[in-house]
């Protein structure tokens, strides 16, 4: 009995709490996925890190022994400095010389991965004023970045995706559900195949160092905002028509996040990703003292018209008798 009881009251807190219990999940799922990523990473990238570190430590051995003149600790020093520099986007070889980071093109291509969030990392302000105007631009263009997004893809929401599926939906009678989910999954198709296979193929193309998985594989951290900044396009020596390249780069980032922020907002008006996430949100409930006002202000409002509204007179009936007389006057059953 006592068992019973015990196991029915353990089932009815699991029920009233059944959005804490299913958000504990989905938070220990993420710190295991963290730890996965971590695991993944590190048994596949530390053996290639150990690899160069001690190639570096090999050309560095050999070129002072070919060069006795030159100690150690110059060849710390230039070696710091030409790192430092390079961490600006400033190469000290004789094949980037040629490329400035800071001409209108290139300037308008950082603007836009400032505002974009992307940052690749690869060019970065070298003044302090420079510096000081990041913040301030995007302290204020990153909103106006979101404000201008999110007002795009809601245009373009109406025609790419909720008057197609509404169209199909009355045209032959679908279930809705599953048209949102056919069109769903078509558009991401039509969405991959535009702005990453196609990109990439044009990007291995045009980069003389870039396969077609380190294409896509540009076009990816690019779309998604992570930006790490080891592949950059543009940046080679001589690289032709490297303004007006510079220039598509820039209306291909743009065109490709709004791209994608459509297809993420497809995929979030799917019902079945809304339940899914109503699994994990909290219960939006009434506070006790609103209900209380809510509750007071509907009294006070019957109270005042029962107060206000006139009693309801019964209506007599009225009969017009009219009057008997007689032309004489001297009718007997008058009297």
Avoid at 183 to 200: D, K
Avoid at 234 to 246: C, H, M, T, V
Avoid at 304 to 311: A, G, K, Q
């Amino acid at each position: 009995m006592l068992q019973s009881l015990t196991s029915s009251s353990c089932v009815r807190l699991i029920r009233s709490n059944r959005s804490a219990w299913y958000f504990c999940f989905l938070l220990l799922g993420y710190v295991l996925y963290l730890l996965f990523g971590a695991v993944v990473f590190s048994s596949v990238e530390l053996p290639y890190e150990d690899l160069l570190r001690q190639e570096l430590r090999s050309i560095k051995r050999q070129f002072l022994q070919e060069n006795e003149c030159l100690s150690e600790e110059k060849l710390e020093l230039f070696l710091s400095k030409a790192l430092d520099a390079s961490n600006y986007g400033v190469s000290i070889l004789n094949n980037a010389s040629a490329n400035w980071n800071w001409d209108f093109t290139s300037s308008l291509f950082f603007a836009s991965t400032v505002l974009s969030t992307t940052g690749y990392g690869h060019t970065a302000p070298l003044s302090d004023g420079g510096k000081a105007f990041c913040i301030i631009y995007s302290v204020i263009g990153i909103p106006f970045t979101l404000l201008f997004l999110t007002a795009v893809v809601q245009r373009i929401m109406v025609f790419s995706t909720r008057r197609p599926i509404m169209y199909v939906h009355t045209r032959w009678g679908l279930s809705k559900p599953l048209v949102a989910l056919v069109h769903a999954n078509l558009l991401a198709i039509v969405a991959v195949s535009c702005f990453f296979l196609i990109p990439a193929a044009i990007f291995s193309a045009l980069e003389e160092d870039w396969n077609f998985l380190e294409s896509f594989y540009f076009c990816f951290i690019s779309l998604s905002t992570i930006g790490l900044g080891d592949y950059v396009p543009g940046e080679a020596f001589n690289q032709r028509f490297r303004e007006l390249y510079k220039l598509g780069i820039t209306v291909y980032l743009l065109l490709g996040l709004i791209a994608m922020l459509v297809v993420l907002e497809t995929f979030c008006e799917l019902q079945q990703l809304k339940q899914l996430r109503k699994m994990f949100y909290l219960k939006k409930e009434k506070p006790q003292d609103q209900l209380a006002i809510m509750e007071h202000d509907h009294l006070a409002f019957s109270s005042v018209d029962n107060v206000t509204s006139p009693p309801e007179e019964k209506a007599e009936p009225f009969v017009d008798v009219p009057v008997l007389t007689s032309p004489g006057g001297d009718d007997h059953m008058i009297r």
